[in-house]
């Protein structure tokens, strides 16, 4: 991997040049250039924590996941004592194994101790391994400073995403996010815009993503891409990632009218070509999950600024404009703790691909590991949904159903070992938790069929995962919360026409759970109506679902024309 780090051998030079020139392309976001300049650095002999960790960063911002790691285990190998090479290696661990994330963050917080960004990256990493003792501290501690720590201090103390994912108090989310978004405006220049390149004709929309490949957001929006009238609306994607080559990448290329990558282009210069392509509508897919830029957002490229899918809560950034829902995921009287104004789409906000095939073959329980008899629970969400009161509830399910089974996602080998643990302490057989490998995404569905019942997780429900299972036949049972990410399944299922499965306590979700795993015939009559909905209620009717995006988007834009600020309406 080494050799191919150093690449090409350029003629050997003084390296410091093309140190200065690679970090200085790297804090600019041209990603490719400082690449090729750090590889220079590096076959001039500057063979260097610093230049190792820059092409690390260059690397993995290109989607180089593989690369980017090894080039920050490098980093570290030669500077083992410096905090921020431990982050960075952290950071690019973390998808691989959040456990080996944890205890190189571990020992950057004791070489930084007064550094409150490394308790934010904490909390992922140890939800996705289920340590829930460490993730209910966490919380505590978090909620305690926002009594006690000025705003401003305590909310370095927790990523944006994360916050949407935590227990948290409203209030204290909200607190969060609002400070960050302001430090983030802060940062940017808004630029001049010069109004839309068309007075008249085509509406301009301009989506703004990292994932415009195989992806769970691709996944839901392929078909909507497709569907747009073209006639009304000029489309274009800008991407925040080079692509992989996938289908749904080829899709994506295919339904826009323009397709600009801007993985290897800053913040500022990337606001400034959306500003020069006169983009009426701009729409946030990513908000602050992973590979999102908002620095594009704080300075204003477009009239009009949407947070639309990706990001399950309110930006809290006076940058975007409106953001897309529905009455169950943002019911009436949440729209003051929302900064956006808030639009109801009919049926679900969530989007879905009535294109996307599942295979024709359903394997055997034989063949998956499950046994031919028996309940199988089933939960194909990621390990950092699951909560310890969700899992006890699931193990008291499995208690009193007999011969069932619970059938996860594998993850990685250290939260399978602790999920398991878990199952033992509760009085159950760790036998009876089934792990799933991943596989192509209509294999995954076809595996749906060999399940009985899906069961959600709570503070973050099933989102891409729900209509998943929806789609490929298996019913899904959830309990909201009162967030948006807690609220996405219940939205899905009153869009399918099966809102008794909706459950109002923790209690209830427990009773049907155990009632419908001991009563087949009720589930098989769920299997039927669930088949019957699919294609006439609206969650999977797309081009419908099409037709009330874009005129939510007109009504944004003709609001403006009249000169009226951005408020609340129903598509």
């Not at 946030?284 to 957002?297: C, E």
């Not at 109801?344 to 359903?362: A, E, K």
């Not at 729900?466 to 298996?474: E, N, P, V």
């Amino acid at each position: 991997m080494l050799k191919g780090l150093l690449g090409s051998l350029w003629p050997r030079e003084s390296g410091e040049g093309a140190v200065r020139k690679g970090l200085a392309a790297l804090d600019s976001g041209e990603f490719e250039a400082a690449e090729a300049e750090l590889r220079r650095a590096l076959a001039a002999g500057r063979d260097t924590a610093e230049v190792y960790s820059g092409l690390g960063r260059a690397l993995w911002q290109q989607g180089r996941l593989d690369e980017g790691l090894e080039a920050h285990r490098l980093a570290v190998e030669r500077e083992p004592t410096n905090p921020h090479y431990q982050l960075a290696l952290a950071a690019a661990v973390e998808k691989f194994s959040p456990a080996e994330a944890v205890a190189h963050l571990r020992l950057a917080q004791k070489l930084l101790p007064d550094e409150p960004r490394i308790e934010a990256r904490l909390h992922k990493p140890l939800m996705e391994l289920c340590d829930w003792d460490g993730v209910e501290r966490a919380v505590s501690e978090l909620a305690a400073r926002a009594q006690s720590e000025p705003n401003d201090q305590w909310s370095l103390r927790v990523d944006p995403f994360v916050v949407q994912l935590l227990p948290l108090a409203p209030r204290i989310t909200a607190e969060a996010v609002r400070a960050h978004s302001r430090r983030m405006a802060r940062l940017a220049t808004p630029i001049a815009r010069h109004g839309s390149a068309q007075a008249s004709g085509r509406l301009r929309l301009g989506y703004v993503d990292a994932e415009f490949r195989d992806h769970a957001t691709a996944h839901l929006v392929a078909g909507l891409f497709e569907q747009h009238d073209r006639k009304r609306f000029e489309l274009c994607a800008y991407s925040l990632r080079q692509g992989d080559g996938s289908e749904y990448e080829r899709r994506a290329r295919g339904a826009f009218d323009r397709f600009v990558d801007l993985s290897a282009v800053s913040d500022a210069n990337a606001a400034r070509q959306i500003a020069d392509d006169g983009i009426d509508v701009l729409i946030d897919l990513k908000g602050y999950t992973s590979g999102a830029r908002p620095g594009i957002f704080a300075r204003r490229p477009a009239p009009i600024q949407v947070n639309y899918l990706g990001y399950p809560g309110s930006m809290q950034a006076e940058f975007i404009d409106y953001i897309i829902g529905d009455a169950t995921v943002i019911p009436k009287p949440q729209f003051p703790s929302f900064s956006e104004s808030v639009v109801w789409l009919p049926g679900s906000y969530q989007p879905n691909d009535d294109r996307q095939r599942v295979d024709d073959r359903t394997p055997t329980r034989a063949e998956l590991d499950l046994p031919e008899h028996g309940i199988v629970y089933c939960c194909f969400n990621r390990n950092y949904k699951i909560e310890r009161e969700t899992f006890m509830a699931w193990m008291r399910i499995l208690d009193a159903v007999h011969g069932s089974v619970l059938w996860l996602l594998w993850s990685n080998p250290a939260t399978e070992a602790r999920l398991r643990e878990a199952a033992a302490r509760a009085g159950v057989d760790p036998a009876r938790l089934v792990f799933a490998q991943r596989m192509p995404k209509a294999q995954h569905l076809a595996r749906h069929r060999a399940a009985d019942l899906f069961l959600d997780t709570h503070t973050v429900n099933a989102h891409t995962t729900g209509s998943d299972a929806l789609w490929a036949g298996l019913p899904l049972l959830t309990w909201p919360g009162e967030s948006f990410a807690s609220r996405v399944a219940a939205s899905l299922l009153q869009a399918v026409g099966l809102p008794e499965l909706v459950a109002p306590s923790l209690a209830e979700y427990e009773r049907t759970a155990i009632a419908l795993g001991q009563n087949r015939d009720r589930l098989r009559d769920l299997r039927e109506r669930l088949a019957a909905n699919r294609l006439t209620f609206p969650l999977f009717r797309t081009a419908d679902y099409a037709r009330g995006l874009e005129r939510a988007f007109a009504t944004m834009h003709e609001r403006r024309l009249r000169g009226e600020p951005p408020a609340a309406f129903a598509g």
